[in-house]
């Protein structure tokens, strides 16, 4: 039997995998959740290779669902890009604390992991469908990248990403831009983030043009990028396990994306006793922890730009289960939050969530103090988002000194170079394979904000 899904709000039809990779966001605006959750032994994961780990558990979600050697493949297929051996390797910092490197990636980000297996999943399950998508998708940087590397060269898509022109980062610009494959379309918005945001959730809204297109999104909260982050948790809990009665992580945190699938991972059987939120001076989620209220404050940058968020919207996943599956009262939270930018979760429920959760955060002086520390002391150079969470599981440590804290470094150094030079004094460099990466063809167009300009670019241009 086949895992079902059901939506955190409980007005849209239960759907099969498949349907939910399609659809994203459930039709009565909730997420999809499973029903069931498969269980893992960890004595099988324990001495497997990080690609045997995904297949494993990627393949207990998908039995029935596709043949388990065709995903054994698409996973070694995944993975072979990424230019480390281990893929997430475990570095030991200093006493119980270790850093798990998601940065070996294509993009050199954590969101590699998901988006290189949501890029192939989907165009197995097109294939087999015989259907052509759309994708579209808006990037303040990171996510734009790490998309088009997962969709590049696949047959059965289009991806068009939109970035604000002139807004983002050299590096991230270009590493959208030097994808040279057909099916890759990128539009430099002459506007901020949220206008291209508004775009793309204006098309989604024009019903028309969105069946015309076959559009979809690979954003934060499609399930199949869960499914996939729920492996490194597995797999890392399992490698020290022996060594440690008592395991947390450390997760720098912004849609709760990465952190939600901590949660999953420990229900289904990994060694995880404490999952530790990490935040930067956008402490939405901390005061959350702190006092129960869920309120919505202007975004400002920090040096920590993909935590940078007003609303995590993965959250929505964990207050299902601390509300013990009642999607009325998750439907209306979320309506209250939606009309007032704030919501006051429970005493009981914030009580359970605390039992397994903290919260901590990290100001951009903290997050300066925290690299140079780490570079000084323990000649480790992280980035600004890596070091938020290496902050909180220094503090986490302080009252739980037993307990071995896995810090997740989501992203590489390289990847924000002046904020590491400024913290450490070290220029980092990128890896090898992305040392030509100033010298590569960019390949993008400059577009009006003005939404029939863009649709009539994608309609010119889809292959
Ligand atoms: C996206 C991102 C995060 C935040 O992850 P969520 O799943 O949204 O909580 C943290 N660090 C980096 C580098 C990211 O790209």
């Given amino acids: 039997m086949s895992i079902k899904y059901v939506s955190t709000r409980g007005k849209a039809p239960d759907l099969e995998f498949e349907d939910v990779l399609l659809a994203g966001l459930a039709s009565d605006g909730g997420l999809y959740v499973p029903e069931t959750l498969p269980e893992i032994d960890l004595n099988a994961v324990m001495v497997k290779s990080y690609v045997e780990t995904a297949q494993i558990v990627i393949g207990?979600?998908?039995?029935?669902?596709?043949?388990?050697?065709?995903?054994?493949?698409?996973?070694?297929?995944?993975?072979?890009?990424?230019?480390?051996?281990?893929?997430?390797?475990?570095?030991?910092?200093?006493?119980?604390?270790?850093v798990l490197e998601q940065f070996h990636g294509p993009t050199l980000a954590?969101?590699?992991?998901?988006?290189?297996?949501?890029?192939?999943?989907?165009?197995?399950?097109?294939?087999?469908?015989?259907?052509?998508?759309?994708?579209?998708?808006?990037?303040?940087?990171?996510?734009?990248?790490?998309?088009?590397?997962?969709?590049?060269?696949?047959?059965?898509?289009?991806?068009?990403?939109?970035?604000?022109?002139?807004?983002v980062s050299d590096v991230q610009r270009r590493q959208m831009t030097t994808v040279n494959d057909g099916n890759v379309h990128n539009i430099a918005l002459k506007g901020s983030f949220d206008d291209c945001q508004d775009l793309v959730k204006a098309m989604f809204n024009d019903q028309p043009f969105r069946q015309r297109i076959n559009m979809s999104a690979v954003n934060s909260i499609n399930w199949a990028r869960i499914m996939a982050q729920i492996v490194y948790y597995i797999y890392a809990s399992a490698k020290l396990a022996d060594k440690y009665d008592q395991i947390a992580f450390s997760?720098?945190?912004?849609?709760?994306?990465?952190?939600?699938?901590?949660?999953?991972?420990?229900?289904?059987?990994?060694?995880?006793?404490?999952?530790?939120?990490?935040?930067?001076?956008?402490?939405?989620?901390?005061?959350?922890?702190?006092?129960?209220?869920?309120?919505?404050?202007?975004?400002?940058?920090s040096l920590s730009p993909s935590m940078d968020i007003q609303i995590s919207s993965n959250f929505e996943r964990l207050l299902y289960d601390l509300y013990d599956q009642s999607a009325g009262r998750v439907e209306q939270d979320m309506q209250g939050f939606r009309k007032n930018g704030s919501f006051r979760m429970d005493q009981s429920a914030l009580n359970?969530?605390?039992?397994?959760?903290?919260?901590?955060?990290?100001?951009?002086?903290?997050?300066?103090?925290?690299?140079?520390e780490a570079f000084d002391k323990y000649n480790y150079l992280m980035d600004p988002h890596?070091?938020?969470?290496?902050?909180?599981?220094?503090?986490?440590?302080?009252?739980?000194?037993?307990?071995?804290?896995?810090?997740?470094?989501?992203?590489?150094?390289?990847?924000?170079?002046?904020?590491?030079?400024?913290?450490?004094?070290?220029?980092?460099?990128?890896?090898?394979?992305?040392?030509?990466?100033?010298?590569?063809?960019?390949?993008?167009?400059i577009l009006e904000n003005d939404i029939d300009v863009v649709k009539k670019y994608i309609l010119d241009h889809i292959e």
């Fill in 60 to 98: 207990a979600f998908l039995k029935d669902v596709i043949d388990q050697s065709d995903l054994n493949q698409i996973i070694e297929n995944c993975y072979r890009s990424f230019d480390h051996a281990e893929v997430a390797p475990i570095v030991h910092l200093h006493d119980n604390i270790y």
């Fill in 352 to 372: 359970k969530m605390k039992e397994l959760f903290s919260a901590y955060r990290c100001d951009d002086d903290m997050t300066q103090t925290v690299i140079k």
């Fill in 251 to 301: 997760v720098p945190t912004g849609n709760f994306g990465n952190i939600y699938a901590g949660y999953l991972a420990r229900k289904m059987g990994a060694p995880i006793d404490h999952l530790i939120v990490a935040t930067n001076r956008n402490d939405i989620l901390y005061r959350f922890f702190d006092q129960g209220d869920m309120k919505a404050e202007e975004v400002v940058p």
């Fill in 386 to 445: 890596s070091a938020t969470g290496v902050h909180a599981a220094e503090l986490f440590s302080n009252d739980h000194k037993q307990a071995a804290v896995i810090c997740m470094a989501t992203a590489h150094p390289a990847k924000f170079p002046d904020a590491v030079k400024a913290a450490s004094g070290i220029h980092p460099e990128l890896p090898e394979y992305l040392s030509d990466l100033f010298k590569r063809t960019e390949r993008y167009d």
């Fill in 110 to 167: 954590f969101k590699d992991f998901a988006l290189q297996f949501l890029g192939r999943i989907f165009d197995a399950v097109l294939e087999k469908r015989n259907q052509h998508i759309t994708i579209v998708g808006a990037t303040s940087g990171d996510t734009g990248s790490a998309a088009i590397e997962g969709c590049r060269g696949r047959e059965n898509m289009d991806i068009f990403i939109l970035h604000p022109h002139g807004r």
